[in-house]
């Protein structure tokens, strides 16, 4: 579900385990964000955040944590984020990015 390699942008599974997976996204050898997603089911009270959210991408409710993270809410399930580690990544990049998961795929797990 994670996005693929392109652009120069390669991603790096960094960590796996029930109910998360997270992966580096690197370009030119620089760690620049960190993709992630997690299932919510265990942890029901993580959705709390998007009741008042008013951004969608990609149909799904948005939200920014910080200044250095947007979150998506899909299938009303799992939490999609894109964490920037390099100022040049900024908010209109984790967008892009959270953009090219496959959350259509994501929603009907």
């Known amino acids: 579900y994670f996005p693929v390699d392109e652009g120069g942008y390669k991603r790096i599974?960094?960590?796996?385990?029930?109910?998360?997976?997270?992966?580096?996204?690197?370009?030119?050898?620089?760690?620049?964000?960190?993709?992630?997603?997690?299932?919510?089911?265990?942890?029901?009270?993580?959705?709390?955040?998007?009741?008042?959210?008013?951004?969608?991408?990609?149909?799904?409710?948005?939200?920014?944590?910080?200044?250095?993270?947007?979150?998506?809410?899909?299938?009303?399930r799992f939490q999609v984020k894109v964490r920037s580690k390099d100022s040049s990544f900024d908010d209109g990049d984790r967008r892009d990015w959270l953009s090219k998961f496959d959350l259509r795929g994501l929603s009907k797990l």
């Open 13 to 76: 599974y960094t960590q796996e385990k029930k109910g998360f997976a997270q992966a580096k996204l690197t370009k030119d050898g620089q760690d620049i964000a960190i993709l992630s997603i997690s299932d919510t089911l265990n942890n029901p009270s993580a959705k709390d955040k998007f009741k008042e959210s008013t951004e969608q991408i990609g149909g799904y409710p948005a939200v920014n944590q910080g200044s250095n993270s947007t979150v998506l809410l899909v299938g009303d």
